[in-house]
């Protein structure tokens, strides 16, 4: 059904806004690696999901070395915050230490996509203050997933960062 | 890139029929749970969605931010959606929305930031640093931006999307209904005013 108000378009105007597309897309296109970044991060076998918003994603250190770079990324939603630091490790892998709150005793999931690769996954426990390690991971894509508790509830989900 | 009118207004049609088809293939794959199926819909709405989100001036970084929040948040939603119109007005809803909350926590924090970010909005992104092929596209590009920002964000649109769900997507900009028709007509119709009083632009 066409709308009463929607005066029709002649070929000027037509061809005014697919120039104006095509112009826009060429002078300002999306990020090459989007598409994979938004792919990877839907890409997730439960959709009863709490999106945990990134906040700040900050580097700290003295930059001399790489060893001593920490890179601090903080996610929050209504019903928690997480934070994560990331130090880097000889041979190129990478140690993260995380914590959310409210604390508890959660299952918590670090989805990992590196370049040509398949996504693999790692399980760790939260301990009773909901700090978590994941050790020597490779870089990647990365997405954590703070799965519910006993009693139920959404999956707490993170978009996708650049490790 | 080039075109010829008629190629254009006919290709438009073509692609904006094949576009809502494959579109509401996803989408009722997706909602029986098929959540790959989701690929084709991302590759289909992201240009769209970054104009979206790059139209409230945010950075790149912080509009690629937001638009993997858009699609993630929209998993949840899915069993709500039952069109590929409904499913693009509400991707451009969310977008916006998530932009304007990145944009007021970047102002909370610095205000110095988000004049910056306003004033490079305003110029249109890149607009100087890339170099276009085609003048004719630099020229449209400088009237584009001397249009007011509602027309600008209407019109940035109305370009993206098919024919038959834009007046949905007016809707996600928060404007009445009845006021879509006659604002693009009004836009539009000002945009093609000032391209054809150039002498440097010519009509395709």
């Known amino acids: 059904m066409t709308d009463a108000f929607d005066q029709p378009l002649d070929d000027v105007d037509v061809a005014i806004l697919e120039q104006l597309r095509v112009a826009r897309r060429a002078v300002d296109p999306p990020p090459a690696e989007l598409d994979d970044r938004v792919r990877f991060a839907i890409a997730l076998t439960d959709v009863e999901i709490e999106v945990a918003r990134l906040q700040e994603d900050v580097l700290v250190g003295s930059g001399a070395r790489a060893t001593e770079r920490t890179r601090t990324v903080t996610f929050d939603c209504d019903r928690m915050t997480i934070m994560i630091s990331v130090v880097d490790l000889p041979e190129g892998l990478l140690r993260l230490d995380g914590w959310f709150a409210p604390p508890d005793r959660r299952r918590v999931e670090l989805r990992l996509a590196s370049a040509g690769s398949a996504p693999v996954s790692w399980d760790v426990m939260a301990d009773e203050d909901g700090r978590f390690v994941f050790q020597g991971i490779g870089r990647g894509l990365a997405q954590l997933l703070v799965h519910h508790a006993q009693d139920g509830g959404a999956t707490v989900v993170t978009p996708s960062i650049v490790l | ?204």
């Open chain 2, 1 to 204: 890139m080039s075109f010829v009118a008629g190629d254009a207004a006919m290709s438009a049609e073509t692609v904006s029929t094949d576009r809502a088809a494959r579109l509401a293939r996803c989408l009722e794959r997706a909602r029986e749970g098929e959540l790959s199926t989701l690929d084709e819909a991302v590759r289909e709405l992201n240009p769209l969605l970054w104009q979206v989100a790059r139209a409230q001036g945010l950075p790149t970084e912080e509009a690629s931010d937001v638009v993997q929040t858009a699609w993630l948040e929209l998993l949840r939603h899915l069993r709500t959606i039952r069109s590929p119109q409904a499913l693009t007005a509400w991707l451009v809803t969310t977008t916006r929305r998530e932009a304007w909350r990145v944009r007021a926590r970047s102002r909370a924090q610095a205000h110095e930031v988000v004049d910056s970010l306003e004033s490079r909005a305003d110029d249109g992104p890149g607009l100087d640093e890339l170099l276009l092929t085609e003048e004719r596209n630099r020229v449209l590009l400088r009237h584009f931006h001397r249009l007011s920002e509602q027309c600008r964000e209407l019109l940035g649109i109305v370009a993206e999307v098919d024919r038959p769900d834009y007046s949905v997507v007016a809707e996600a900009l928060g404007m009445p209904r009845g006021s879509i028709g006659p604002t693009r007509g009004r836009c539009l119709a000002k945009l093609r005013e000032m391209l054809l009083a150039d002498p440097q632009w010519s009509p395709p």
